[in-house]
C-alpha cells in the first residue's frame, strides 16, 4: 500500500473496537437504521441469495436481520475485531475488509454497513468484493459520507486555530457521493447506483457526541492525527465554539451523519445493456419541445435561446 492509502491506523481502529466490543449494542443506533434501510431494500429484490456475506458485521446485528430476509440462505458475518466478531451468530471469518479470503465468484450477495468508510484502500476493497461475487451477484453497502460530523470537525479546526495556530486531522476524511458511482465503474461493476441520505441527531452537550463516538469505537484513528491530547483549554474552546454555531433552542446540539448506499452487481449477460450513441429512435429535441442546434452553434449575448 502506498502512503498516500495509508490515512488509518487501522491496527489503532480495531483495538478500540474490541475494547468497546461489550457495550456495542447501547450504541449501534445508527447501525440498527442502516440495516433497516438495506433490508427494505433487498426485500424488494426476489430472488435467492445462497450465500451472503455481512462484509465488517460490527456485533452482528446486520447479519442477524440477514439471516430472517426470505431468498438469503447461507450469511458469513466477517470483521478484524475479535471480540464484536465473537457476538456474531452463524459462520463467522476474522478477516480485514481489505484482504478478503474468499474465492472468485463464490459469493451471491455482500453486504455491509457502515465499514467500508474506514478502510486505506476503498479502490482495491470494491475490485476484491467484485470479484468474489458471482456473476449477477450483488454488492449493497452503506458507508458515511462527506458532511458527516461537520459541525464536530468545524468546531475542532476552529478552536485548534485560535489557539494554537494551526489545526490537525481529527475528523475522518468521508468520499463524496458523486464520486462512488465512479469508483464502482473502476471497480468492474455493472448498473451502480449511490445515493445519500442526512440523519441528524441531537445530544444535550457535544461531550455527550464524543462520548458516544469514543463508545462506538470511532474516535480519531488518522495517521496524521496529533498523537498529544487536546489540550483543555482547546476542547473547552471547541464546545464553545460548537453551541455558539450549531447550538439548538433547548440549548441541545445537532451532528450530522450522511449515510450513502452503493447498490451494484457482479456483470452478466442477462443485465440491461445502454444503448449504442445514435441508437435512439426520438430526438430528445421533440422530446423536451426546443429547437434542435448543432454543437459548433454560438448563442450570442442577448439570445432569446440562451
Known amino acids: 500500500m502506498t502512503p498516500d492509502h495509508d490515512i488509518f491506523d487501522r491496527r489503532l481502529l480495531i483495538a478500540r473496537r474490541n475494547r468497546v466490543a461489550e457495550g456495542a449494542a447501547d450504541h449501534d443506533f445508527l447501525l440498527a437504521r442502516v440495516a433497516d434501510d438495506l433490508m427494505e431494500r433487498l426485500s424488494a429484490i426476489k430472488r435467492r441469495f445462497p450465500v451472503a456475506l455481512n462484509l465488517g458485521a460490527h456485533h452482528g446485528l446486520l447479519g442477524r436481520r440477514l439471516r430472517q430476509l426470505p431468498g438469503v440462505e447461507m450469511v458469513i458475518d466477517l470483521d478484524p475485531a475479535a471480540r464484536l466478531l465473537a457476538q456474531c451468530a452463524g459462520p463467522r471469518v476474522q478477516a480485514d475488509e481489505e484482504a478478503l479470503p474468499f474465492a472468485d465468484q463464490s459469493l451471491d450477495l455482500v453486504v455491509s454497513g457502515l465499514a467500508l468508510h474506514v478502510v486505506n484502500d476503498l479502490p482495491g476493497t470494491l475490485v476484491q468484493v467484485r470479484r468474489a461475487l458471482k456473476p449477477d451477484g450483488l454488492l449493497l453497502a452503506a458507508m458515511l459520507g462527506g458532511t458527516t460530523l461537520h459541525e464536530l470537525r468545524t468546531a475542532l479546526l476552529a478552536a485548534e486555530e485560535e489557539l494554537e495556530g494551526g489545526a490537525s486531522p481529527r475528523v475522518a ?85 450522511e449515510i450513502m448506499t452503493l447498490t451494484a452487481w457482479a456483470p452478466h449477460e442477462s443485465q440491461q445493456k445502454p444503448l449504442q450513441p445514435g441508437s435512439a429512435k426520438v430526438r430528445l429535441a421533440d422530446v423536451l419541445g426546443t429547437e434542435e442546434q448543432s454543437a459548433g452553434e454560438r448563442t450570442k449575448p442577448g439570445d432569446p435561446r440562451r
Open 173 to 257: 476524511p468521508f468520499a463524496d457521493v458523486r464520486d462512488l458511482g465512479a469508483l464502482l465503474q473502476r471497480a468492474g461493476f455493472a448498473l451502480p447506483v449511490a445515493d445519500a441520505e442526512t440523519v441528524t441527531v441531537t445530544y444535550a452537550h457535544p461531550l455527550a457526541l464524543m462520548r458516544e463516538l469514543r463508545a462506538m469505537g470511532a474516535a480519531n484513528a488518522l495517521r496524521q492525527r496529533r498523537k498529544a491530547p487536546l489540550r483543555r483549554a482547546t476542547l473547552a474552546r471547541a464546545l464553545e465554539i460548537y453551541a455558539e454555531r450549531f447550538g439548538l433552542a433547548g440549548g441541545r446540539i445537532p451532528a450530522t451523519f
